[in-house]
């Protein structure tokens, strides 16, 4: 490819939100080239690790809720285009305290806002209490006290081959990608935008930013100070034969259980084939650097999930993981996302990140962008996702 040469649009990271974002531009008839440092589908980044649960009641907030049920629309429009499998929807349970104390800006009172959030958009639910969630799920061991929402259309996504499909259909349809390309900076450039990489510079009348945890080191204040970086670790637990067909037929699965944003855990199904359960907590207490980030797991890492999250909740599980791997969360200061245009160009849409519970939202987000630059409104509020809610932002704009 001529490097040289000028686009429509550039849109660097292809991960979750960056290929949904050059799929929908490309559907547009828009000239635009996809840049990414790995070749995606990748596992060095955010989006990868075989399943990412999505559903459509979301406790994170409702603002969210319109994006979740636009992407499940677009994902069925993707299979029904391409005869791929990307969306399974075996049934998404949330459990948590009756009372719920999980902590966290997000996390507060999740179940509690996830059913006030299905009630608001009529999404299909049930609650159940703990002896039901037993009775139903036998490899579930709540307490008394915890309680279950129960939501039949949620379920769980394949990232790697959405992520893949969606570039094939960009590409299908006039996109260009250049991979293997490390970005260096995305700066304004007069009427458009000048990207430089290790490959040579580009110039684009506009810019879609969605590099995730690699977005701080290019694009400069206020990011470098408000986006942050942390290690995360999927682990993968073989299942015991007695158990083989209760996690076959599992939904998946959130657990709220304690006062830290750190006393959350989640889990799949045992995928055909596989025997194994992937289930993964989260931490957000150290932040890291994308290119230094320690990439092997280690067998206490494993113990320390069975420990503190598997013990005493679930059951059918050997304590010996098969398999782990990292991924990245890129978070921002209250763990909501960040959408919206560059303090210092109208030209640089920023998409992402997404703080950790984004993938279930990236088709209707990658639209969202695509409108964004091709009329500068959307058909979804993002207006929640604002620069200017954060004070050091609005310092620097």
């Not at 559907?27 to 635009?32: D, E, I, L, T, W």
């Not at 790995?38 to 979301?58: L, M, N, V, W």
């Not at 207490?285 to 999930?305: F, G, L």
């Amino acid at each position: 490819m001529d490097f040289s040469r000028s686009c429509d649009v550039a849109v660097v990271g292809l991960g979750a939100m960056g290929s949904a974002a050059l799929y929908q531009l490309a559907k547009r008839g828009v000239k635009a080239i996809g840049i990414d440092r790995f070749a995606p589908p990748h596992d060095q980044g955010s989006t990868h690790g075989e399943t990412r649960i999505t559903r459509q009641a979301i406790g994170e907030g409702e603002i969210y809720v319109p994006l979740a049920l636009r992407s499940h629309e677009i994902w069925k429009e993707l299979e029904a285009e391409t005869g791929e499998r990307l969306l399974v929807q075996n049934g998404c349970l949330v459990v948590d305290s009756a009372s719920s104390v999980a902590g966290g800006v997000i996390r507060a009172a999740f179940l509690e806002r996830t059913r006030k959030a299905a009630m608001t958009y009529k999404i299909p639910h049930e609650m159940l209490d703990a002896a039901e969630i037993r009775r139903r799920y036998p490899q579930f061991t709540p307490k008394e006290h915890e309680i279950g929402y129960f939501e039949p259309e949620g379920g769980y996504l394949n990232p790697e081959r959405c992520v893949a499909v969606q570039l094939e259909r960009a590409r299908a349809m006039g996109a260009v990608t250049q991979l293997g390309t490390r970005v260096v900076s995305v700066s304004p450039d007069g009427e458009g935008v000048r990207i430089v990489t290790d490959q040579g510079e580009l110039l684009a009348g506009h810019a879609i930013v969605s590099a995730g945890a690699w977005a701080p080191t290019f694009l400069g204040a206020p990011f470098r100070q408000l986006l942050s970086p942390s290690r995360q670790v999927m682990h993968w637990f073989e299942v015991e034969p007695d158990y083989a067909r209760h996690w076959s037929k599992s939904p998946v699965f959130i657990w709220c259980h304690g006062t830290s944003p750190n006393d959350f855990f989640y889990g799949f199904p045992s995928l055909s084939g596989s025997n194994a359960v992937k289930t993964a907590g989260e931490q957000y207490d150290v932040s890291v650097h994308p290119d230094e980030v320690e990439r092997t797991v280690t067998p206490a890492e494993s113990a320390a999930m069975c420990e503190t999250h598997l013990a005493g909740r679930v059951r059918g599980l050997r304590p010996d993981a098969t398999r782990a791997v990292t991924c990245l969360y890129t978070v921002t200061p209250d763990s909501h996302f960040l959408i919206d245009r560059h303090p210092e160009s109208e030209r640089i849409l920023v998409v992402s990140p997404c703080s950790g519970h984004g993938f279930k939202h990236s088709a209707a987000i990658g639209e969202v962008a695509a409108q964004q630059i091709e009329n500068r409104g959307s058909s979804i509020d993002i207006s929640a996702f604002a620069l200017s809610r954060f004070p050091r932002a609005r310092s620097s704009m």
